[in-house]
């Protein structure tokens, strides 16, 4: 050795240490064994812009990280580079424009010009190259302030002075992502030149920093003006001003400038500031209202979101859940979507707030609106074009009676139309289940299931809601479901799509549209997280008096449970992991049940105040113990049965319910389903086999089995008797007696009616929307068909599945829905236009 100290051996360590005196980051992968670095083959770092604050975080993340030192040489054939990194871009002046020359680092021209040259056949030259983005001021999980938030990471490239601010303001909140490794020699194939492979790789590095960084903090969308002036070009968008300007006796400008007011009515005005401070400020209100956010499959996220279009599809329990998925997607180091939200929600200061986050606004019907139909179109197909993630809910509104509710077809439609017109990146759904313990509409809802007329929003309301900052809220829970690729969805369910019209939705396109959101209503569902609430609902409500002893009580848990875990619903859906006394104790903390104090054993009850509430988080989880309900019902009404007819009735009823609970199994595969749960019920004692024969029995009518047996059906007798009141009434009105509206209001108002006359517990039980997905199945299955008067029709099979629907009602039940449908009331409900 010289004994010479280099400026770089002294300077670059204490400048590291000194920075990490500030610097905070969050690293991706968060294990090493995640990346799969070959260990026989040597690293180079990539870095995108020549920072000296990214170099030192680098050389500190590799060292903490353990793996190969960014500072360490690197032998590159006969000569040894000094480092093992080099920048991507040009050097920059200290306002950020570009400077000339160093177009190429030497070290990337080394690198290249070696694999080249290399041509041995055994053990040739290759290096694993290892791209490193590090964004400051995008962490997530950090508590930053909103001064901080207004000037985090944009697409925008720093210069030395800004960097510098990032480092100030940001330098607590730093994301280092690694990517998985790329060989170099096999990215350069045999043939190629050096200047041509230089460009090359300069190509795919900057393709891959810049979906990095997208995937990130999202495109580089253009100012809202800009993406209103892009809109009013599309030529669909000028073809319909032309067709306004004639309609309405106007001129192309007057009919322009409605467009153009339509498009700012609509469009959304993106700040990743104000994102970052929304992020803050919802931190905040999260802690204070609910007890965690449990988030389950979200890393399947990071793996498909580059590249890929996401288009997010959640349920719709509450208006949180517009700020909560946004918010998780945002810590999770992605892009907060775009969110489709409806008019009513363009308040006052709230808009504002909520467009600048990605919210883009639409009325709720285009009716009579053609222009305006026109430009909401071609915004999103923009929207889309960019490469900006979405997010809407195809249920259209927010579910009140707890249920998924059947999807819309709407702004699905128009994303599936987009992708057929251009579909130069893959577009893949996300559905989202979110599941709360109490939501902060839950009165509201009620009191809207009893009839009386939804609140209209406004900020007042908004502001009044801060109240309910100070209750309990329990937890939520998030849970990506199974993601559906549309390009394959289209090739199987409409094969011709690449060839159709893109101008014009087809018959085809629609069809496959119905057929997308039944299929996306059915993942969501199968991403349904079983809390404890929901299980206390489930056990609960059944009993007459919504009270049970306690030790009943865990008993009735521990058979859902089983249920669960030993005939699973789906490999998505999440079982709750408390044991059976942790879920009434957890209860008992949020008030949702009481405990009375009693010699023979404790009473666990519903408060009177909360039952009503109950039934919503009940419906939530229905569709994962439809099928327990049915057999339970079916076997606590008729004792024994053979296997052959059980299998004969649930076929005949999950023909109705699979509508209205959107369940997963096609017909085929229900006896295997059937057999997963009998086997679950014989195992815990609730079924029994008498005589090692093929029928299956109920246990002794005093024991405690049997009754519980009778509760586990009774989750499901609303849902069944909705469909033998509809089949009853049309077999008492008879064929061609009743229109499609008609049945649907006398279903209505003869429920309504039943509610209050007789037991039925639950406020959704008249929901007329209920009744319509009913009645829309049966004519699907062709039970029903409309004549040209609009009339409805059907034969001897719809008897069929009222006699199955028989089999699993008490008769006490069957007696009074029968009495009512064949009523003076019913017939004069008929007779009303």
Request: glycine share 6%; with cysteine.
């Amino acid at each position: 050795m010289s004994g010479t100290l280099k400026v770089s051996d002294w300077f670059l360590p204490l400048a590291r240490r000194l920075l990490y005196f500030w610097v905070r980051t969050s690293v991706f992968p968060e294990t090493v064994d995640e990346l799969g670095l070959d260990p026989a083959k040597p690293v180079c770092y990539v870095l995108q812009d020549r920072h000296l604050s990214n170099l030192l975080v680098l050389f500190e993340e590799s060292r903490r990280a353990e793996l190969p030192l960014a500072e360490a040489p690197l032998a590159v054939g006969g000569q040894r580079l000094p480092r093992s990194f080099f920048f991507l871009n040009r050097d920059r002046s200290p306002a950020g424009r570009a400077r000339d020359g160093n177009a190429q680092s030497a070290s990337l021209v080394a690198l290249v010009r070696e694999t080249l040259a290399d041509q041995r056949v055994e053990l040739p030259f290759d290096v694993q190259l290892v791209p490193v983005l590090i964004l400051w001021g995008r962490a997530p999980g950090k508590q930053d302030s909103i001064l901080r938030a207004l000037f985090a990471e944009t697409w925008r490239p720093p210069g030395t002075w800004r960097q510098l601010l990032a480092i100030v303001l940001h330098g607590r909140n730093v994301l280092v992502r690694y990517s998985a490794p790329i060989s170099l020699r096999k990215l350069l194939h045999e043939g190629i030149g050096e200047e041509q492979a230089l460009r090359k790789l300069s190509r795919v590095l900057r393709v891959h920093f810049r979906r990095q960084r997208q995937m990130a903090i999202g495109p580089d969308l253009s100012h809202r003006n800009t993406q209103v002036g892009a809109v009013l070009a599309g030529e669909r968008v000028r073809v319909a001003i032309a067709s306004e300007a004639a309609a309405r006796g106007i001129s192309i400008e007057e009919a322009r400038e409605s467009a153009g007011r339509f498009a700012l009515e609509i469009a959304s005005d993106y700040s990743y500031g104000a994102v970052r401070a929304l992020e803050l400020l919802l931190t905040w209100l999260w802690l204070r209202l609910y007890d965690g956010i449990e988030v389950h499959n979200i890393d399947a996220l990071t793996r498909i979101a580059p590249g890929h279009e996401m288009v997010y599809v959640p349920c719709h329990r509450s208006h949180i859940d517009y700020l909560l998925l946004s918010y998780l997607i945002h810590r999770h180091g992605l892009t907060p979507p775009h969110i489709a939200a409806g008019a009513n929600l363009n308040l006052p200061v709230v808009g504002a707030l909520l467009r600048r986050c990605g919210a883009f606004f639409l009325r709720r019907s285009f009716k009579g609106e053609p222009l305006y139909a026109a430009v909401f179109d071609e915004y999103l197909h923009l929207i889309l074009a960019r490469g900006f993630p979405l997010e809407y809910f195809i249920e259209g509104g927010r579910s009140r009676s707890g249920r998924m509710l059947a999807p819309k077809a709407g702004i699905l439609g128009m994303t599936v139309q987009s992708f057929i017109r251009e579909h130069r990146r893959p577009l893949v759904f996300v559905p989202v289940y979110i599941g709360y313990e109490k939501v902060l509409e839950g009165r509201s809802y009620l009191a809207e299931l009893t009839g009386k007329p939804k609140q209209s929003e406004s900020l007042w309301g908004v502001l009044k809601s801060v109240r309910s900052i100070k209750r309990v809220f329990g937890k939520v829970h998030v849970n990506i479901g199974e993601p559906l690729a549309l390009a394959a969805f289209l090739d199987v369910r409409y094969p011709s799509w690449r060839d159709a019209d893109a101008d014009c939705p087809s018959p085809g396109s629609r069809s496959v549209t119905r057929s997308a959101a039944v299929e996306l209503a059915k993942r969501i569902n199968e991403a349904a997280v079983v809390n404890p609430v929901n299980l206390i609902a489930l056990a609960l409500l059944a009993t007459p008096k919504h009270t049970a002893d306690e030790q009943a009580l865990q008993r009735m848990i521990e058979h859902y449970q089983a249920l669960l875990r030993d005939a699973s619903y789906a490999p998505t859906s999440i079982a709750c992991a408390l044991d059976a006394p942790a879920i009434v104790a957890y209860a008992e903390r949020l008030a949702i049940v009481e405990r009375f104090a009693d010699p023979l054993g404790d009473l666990i009850r519903v408060p009177a105040r909360q039952a009503p509430l109950l039934a919503y988080f009940r419906n939530n989880v229905l569709h994962l113990f439809a099928l327990p309900a049915v057999i339970a019902c079916l076997l606590s009404h008729n004792r024994r049965l053979d296997d052959g007819r059980v299998t004969q009735a649930v076929r005949g009823i999950y023909g109705l319910m699979r509508a209205e609970l959107f369940l997963r199994w096609p017909v085929e595969e229900l006896p295997a389903a059937s057999a997963a749960v009998v086997r679950v019920l014989l195992a815990r004692g609730l079924l029994r086999r008498p005589d090692a024969s093929d029928g299956l029995a109920a246990p002794e009518p005093v024991s405690p089995e049997f009754a519980e047996l009778n509760l586990l059906g009774e989750s499901i007798r609303p849902l069944l008797e909705r469909h033998f009141l509809t089949l009853a009434l049309l077999e008492q009105q008879g064929s061609g007696r009743l229109t499609r509206q008609a049945l649907e209001d006398n279903c209505h108002r003869l429920a309504q009616r039943l509610a209050l006359l007789y037991d039925f517990n639950s406020a959704e039980f008249a929901e007329k929307a209920t009744f319509s997905a009913i009645i829309a199945k049966l004519m699907e299955a062709e039970f029903l068909c409309e004549d040209e008067a609009g009339r409805l029709h059907f034969d001897d099979r719809l008897m069929a599945p009222l006699a199955d629907a028989e089999l699993v009602l008490a008769s006490a039940a069957r007696q009074a829905i029968r009495r009512m449908a064949g009523s003076s009331v019913a017939v004069q409900l008929a007779a009303a236009p």
